[in-house]
């Protein structure tokens, strides 16, 4: 049954940077309840699952959402990309549906290409390659009018080393293996996904909530991110003062000098072998710490193509990303 009025309630919100900011700047105690409002309107409106995929984020989502609804079902993708322990956490939980992709990310990099530095550079990568003559394919020209009409930083040239080269390379692996299952149960069981995305990790999805808040009930994919306020530092102190139970693969969570929370272990698992992002980060990498932490899982991923692994280090190396 539709009830309007959660509608009502959700789109009459300030969808502005500013309230985004001062949402973010609220105690825990505070984003709690506004989250568990959001909860609450979603389930008014639809029947519903929570994305789990047993990181730390979906953990806490998914205590939150089950002091409300304890029979909620926690939906887990099981992609073959988490981390053991993550993969063991997660189906260790009660109620959990598992979910398979029909491709494994062997098959998806043949098919397809690797995932390199973000969705949006792979995405404009393979279709520049695909369609040369292309809108797309235009903006890696120099100095092109795309970037001249909105700024540089919206121009593709400084990657037209990278799309010139012989690596495959796509944005597809995430729609193949997260989406497309979440996609066709959620056809099947008419349930309308809860996650645990917060507009603190990414600008889309910070736009994204500007457009519609936490609850996008007019989405052609409704979708709910009752968490998209919060902030990392929220997540830890929420496990940490509610003494939630999580992978082990985060290790402990500790408070440094200046009062800032932190894990021992592992602060982001996702998907052990994407390559989005890693050319920004610090050293040691994921892929240098995956060598200390889970060996075997980073000699299949460096391993030679021909030789049954992945062909990453090759693939790493060309983007200035050191493996060891």
């Given at each position: 049954?539709t009830?309007?009025?959660?509608?009502?309630s959700?789109?009459?919100?300030?969808?502005?940077?500013?309230?985004?900011?001062?949402?973010?700047?609220?105690?825990?105690?505070?984003?709690?309840?506004?989250?568990?409002n959001?909860?609450?309107?979603?389930?008014?409106?639809?029947?519903?699952?929570?994305?789990?995929?047993?990181?730390?984020?979906?953990?806490?989502?998914?205590?939150?959402?089950?002091?409300?609804?304890?029979?909620?079902?926690?939906?887990?993708?099981?992609?073959?990309?988490?981390?053991?322990?993550?993969?063991?956490?997660?189906?260790?939980?009660?109620?959990?549906?598992?979910?398979?992709?029909?491709?494994?990310?062997?098959?998806?990099?043949?098919?397809?290409?690797y995932?390199l530095?973000?969705?949006?550079?792979?995405?404009?990568?393979?279709?520049?390659?695909?369609?040369?003559?292309?809108?797309?394919?235009?903006?890696?020209?120099?100095?092109?009018?795309?970037?001249?009409?909105?700024?540089?930083?919206?121009?593709?040239?400084k990657?037209?080393?990278?799309?010139?080269?012989?690596?495959?390379?796509?944005?597809?692996c995430?729609?193949?293996?997260?989406?497309?299952?979440?996609?066709?149960?959620?056809?099947?069981?008419?349930?309308?996904?809860?996650?645990?995305?917060?507009?603190?990790?990414?600008?889309?999805?910070?736009?994204?909530?500007?457009?519609?808040?936490?609850?996008?009930?007019?989405?052609?994919?409704?979708?709910?991110?009752?968490?998209?306020?919060?902030?990392?530092?929220?997540?830890?102190?929420?496990?940490?003062?509610?003494?939630?139970?999580?992978?082990?693969?985060?290790?402990?969570?500790?408070?440094?000098e200046?009062?800032?929370?932190?894990?021992?272990?592992?602060?982001?698992?996702?998907?052990?072998?994407?390559?989005?992002?890693?050319?920004?980060?610090?050293?040691?990498?994921?892929?240098?710490?995956?060598?200390?932490?889970?060996?075997?899982?980073?000699?299949?991923?460096?391993?030679?193509?021909?030789n049954?692994?992945?062909?990453?280090?090759?693939?790493?190396?060309?983007?200035?990303?050191?493996?060891?």
């Open positions: 049954m009830d309007n009025s959660n509608k009502n959700n789109s009459s919100e300030n969808f502005t940077a500013d309230h985004l900011k001062y949402l973010q700047s609220m105690p825990l105690s505070i984003k709690i309840g506004l989250t568990k959001r909860i609450r309107e979603w389930l008014r409106e639809y029947d519903a699952y929570v994305s789990f995929s047993g990181g730390k984020d979906s953990t806490v989502l998914l205590h939150i959402v089950r002091q409300l609804y304890s029979n909620i079902p926690a939906v887990f993708i099981d992609t073959g990309l988490e981390y053991p322990e993550v993969r063991e956490f997660a189906l260790s939980q009660d109620n959990v549906v598992r979910l398979r992709p029909e491709m494994n990310f062997r098959k998806v990099i043949e098919t397809y290409g995932p530095i973000s969705k949006e550079v792979s995405q404009k990568i393979c279709t520049a390659r695909n369609s040369p003559n292309s809108v797309c394919a235009k903006r890696f020209i120099p100095n092109n009018e795309h970037a001249q009409k909105y700024g540089r930083r919206y121009s593709m040239e990657w037209n080393w990278l799309k010139d080269s012989n690596i495959p390379i796509s944005s597809k995430c729609d193949i293996m997260k989406k497309k299952p979440a996609k066709k149960y959620e056809k099947e069981t008419d349930r309308k996904p809860i996650v645990a995305t917060m507009t603190c990790e990414s600008q889309n999805r910070k736009t994204a909530w500007l457009r519609n808040g936490c609850n996008s009930f007019d989405s052609v994919r409704p979708i709910s991110q009752p968490m998209s306020f919060w902030t990392e530092q929220d997540v830890l102190q929420y496990l940490r003062n509610y003494d939630i139970p999580y992978a082990s693969v985060y290790g402990e969570i500790k408070e440094d200046n009062g800032k929370l932190y894990t021992t272990g592992c602060d982001r698992t996702g998907c052990v072998f994407c390559g989005f992002g890693c050319h920004l980060e610090k050293e040691p990498n994921r892929f240098q710490r995956l060598k200390q932490t889970h060996p075997q899982l980073w000699e299949y991923c460096m391993k030679d193509w021909e049954g692994g992945l062909g990453m280090k090759n693939v790493l190396e060309y983007i200035n990303v050191k493996t060891e």
